[in-house]
């Protein structure tokens, strides 16, 4: 697909953005082992999808994955591994999205901008939700 952009250290994969993709796309852009699934579907009046479940699969999660999407606006990612060396950043508008399947990153809104954002659960209450590069102690909860 075309508008592509894979963040990679060595052979690991750590994010995927993708620009608004082109009418009649229809491919999932993440690989089957990814623990978070996106794909792109875009069908014509009238396509129907039978009725369906997806099977209970056991499985260990280990980090979070992330997904957002661009409904409105402009924003700039910053993309870092786990010792929060940079891989790249890139700048997504209105219809791009991004999945982020580890690592760490950073969001700079650059216009007033509206996203969809998707993460990986279940989220603990007992735990932190975020864990910041520069932590200070005013970054602790409570």
Request: charged share 20%; aromatic share 8%.
């Amino acid at each position: 697909m075309d508008g592509v952009i894979e963040f990679r250290s060595g052979t690991a994969l750590y994010a995927i953005a993708v620009r608004s993709p082109a009418p009649g796309t229809v491919r999932f852009v993440t690989p089957p082992e990814a623990a978070l699934q996106v794909g792109v579907l875009d069908r014509p009046a009238g396509h129907e999808v039978a009725a369906h479940t997806h099977p209970a699969t056991p499985m260990f999660v280990s980090g979070g994955s992330e997904f957002l999407y661009v409904e409105t606006g402009r924003i700039s990612v910053n993309l870092y591994d786990e010792a929060w060396r940079q891989l790249g950043a890139c700048e997504l508008g209105t219809g791009d999205h991004i999945v982020m399947l580890r690592g760490g990153h950073a969001v700079t809104y650059l216009v007033p901008s509206r996203l969809i954002e998707v993460k990986q659960g279940p989220v603990s209450a007992a735990g932190p939700l975020k864990v910041f590069r520069h932590a200070r102690l005013s970054d602790a909860p409570g």
